[in-house]
Nanobody, 121 residues
Framework: QVQLVESGGGLVKAGGSLRLSCAVSRSIFAIHAMGWHRQAPGKQRELVAAITDGGSTNYADSVKGRFTISRDNAQNTVYLQMNSLKPDDTAVYYC???????????????WGKGTRVTVSS
């Protein structure tokens, strides 16, 4: 019964910033990890950033140093702060929640509908 709703997407110029938000219907402590994924036109969906229930984070190499994932447990919200945006960051960004682990790897069981990010040159 977990529901996720993304917001914060839009159009931004290269070098600019956006902050994506993901509102979760249950406490973040009830899941193992939250992840932001993106799918660009003509490309496969990829994991951009993830944060575990213990607070550890990991990022795709393409966004390291530019993106930051964080959470606000009191508000059941996960954020993706995106700085120094590039045209290659243009994609639909999806929030997902991992309620289970398989071989120690989070399985993203619940997904939002996505929010569009467009970065112009």
């Amino acid at each position: 019964q977990v529901q996720l709703v993304e917001s914060g997407g839009g159009l931004v110029k290269a070098g600019g910033s956006l902050r994506l938000s993901c509102a979760v219907s249950r406490s973040i402590f009830a899941i193992h990890a939250m992840g932001w994924h993106r799918q660009a036109p003509g490309k496969q969906r990829e994991l951009v950033a993830a944060i575990t229930d213990g607070g550890s984070t990991n990022y795709a190499d393409s966004v390291k140093g530019r993106f930051t994932i964080s959470r606000d447990n009191a508000q059941n919200t996960v954020y993706l702060q995106m700085n120094s945006l590039k045209p290659d960051d243009t994609a639909v960004y999806y929030c997902a929640a991992a309620a289970t682990l398989r071989l120690g790897i989070p399985t993203y069981d619940y997904w939002g509908k996505g929010t569009r990010v467009t970065v112009s040159s």
